[in-house]
């Protein structure tokens, strides 16, 4: 099987919740991108890697798998820079943002998130994907008004490029974001941060597929 199709397959069974499947896939993916010499699908399988370590840990709390997301990362910007492939640096900036807000480096994380969006090449709407993240950013750093804004920014950036990617994607990011301003706004504003909780699971209900936004909105759930 080709790394392009062992990545495909790696996505879906991590998006199915299949984590550890997920995990032996996208391994494989790398070693057959070596055979290839496709350094970009190289640089690809590891971060869907990276993800799937970002997931056990969001599952488990153990911050051991942050570790090996941020090795991972920090390998694709190794191989990245050794053999010159500019097409993928966006999306290690943008990784290793959301690493740094787990680890809570939130300034860090706004230098990245900054970054990845000043290179950004790919769909408007996942643009806005990667801007709501720099919005929660900025809240968790101190500055929450600017935080708010622009997550709203990206949700409308979202919105606005839905009709040039797939509706499972934006139904991805959108859930994403919403639940995202559900959890920073639990203590500061408790009925928007309901109201967005409510857009987000209604979101979720009616996508097939979304399983990990589910776990993830059960998790969050049970904070309120």
Request: charged letters at 35%.
């Given at each position: ?10 996505i ?7 984590l ?18 496709d350094f970009?699908r190289m640089?690809t399988?590891?971060?869907?890697r990276?993800l799937v370590w970002k997931?056990f840990?969001?599952?488990?709390k153990?911050?051991?798998f942050?570790?090996?997301a941020?090795k ?12 010159s492939?500019d ?11 959301q690493t740094d807000?787990?680890?809570?480096d939130?300034k860090n994380?706004?230098i990245?998130?900054r970054?990845?969006?000043?290179i950004?090449k790919g ?7 990667w801007?709501y ?6 809240y968790?750093a101190g500055d929450?008004e ?9 949700i409308e950036e979202?919105k606005?490029?839905?009709e ?7 139904n ?5 974001a919403?639940m995202r ?11 928007e ?5 409510g ?5 979720i209900?009616k996508?097939?597929?979304l399983?990990m936004?589910?776990r993830q909105?059960?998790?969050?759930k049970?904070?309120?």
């Amino acid at each position: 099987m080709s790394s392009a199709d062992l990545i495909q397959q790696g996505i879906d069974l991590r998006e199915r919740g299949q984590l550890p499947q997920a995990l032996k896939i996208l391994g494989q993916a790398v070693n057959a991108a070596a055979k290839e010499k496709d350094f970009i699908r190289m640089i690809t399988a590891l971060g869907e890697r990276g993800l799937v370590w970002k997931h056990f840990h969001l599952e488990t709390k153990d911050r051991a798998f942050l570790v090996l997301a941020r090795k991972d990362i920090e390998a694709m910007q190794l191989i990245s820079e050794l053999k010159s492939v500019d097409i993928k640096r966006h999306t290690i900036s943008f990784l290793l943002g959301q690493t740094d807000m787990l680890l809570g480096d939130f300034k860090n994380a706004i230098i990245n998130f900054r970054k990845a969006l000043r290179i950004f090449k790919g769909l408007s709407s996942e643009k806005g994907d990667w801007r709501y993240h720099l919005g929660e950013a900025y809240y968790k750093a101190g500055d929450k008004e600017k935080g708010k804004k622009t997550i709203f920014e990206g949700i409308e950036e979202i919105k606005k490029g839905s009709e040039e990617a797939p509706k499972f994607l934006c139904n991805v990011w959108l859930s994403g974001a919403f639940m995202r301003l559900a959890d920073l706004l639990r203590l500061d504003e408790p009925k928007e941060a309901k109201k967005y909780l409510g857009q987000a699971e209604d979101i979720i209900d009616k996508t097939k597929g979304l399983v990990m936004r589910r776990r993830q909105l059960q998790r969050l759930k049970r904070k309120f």
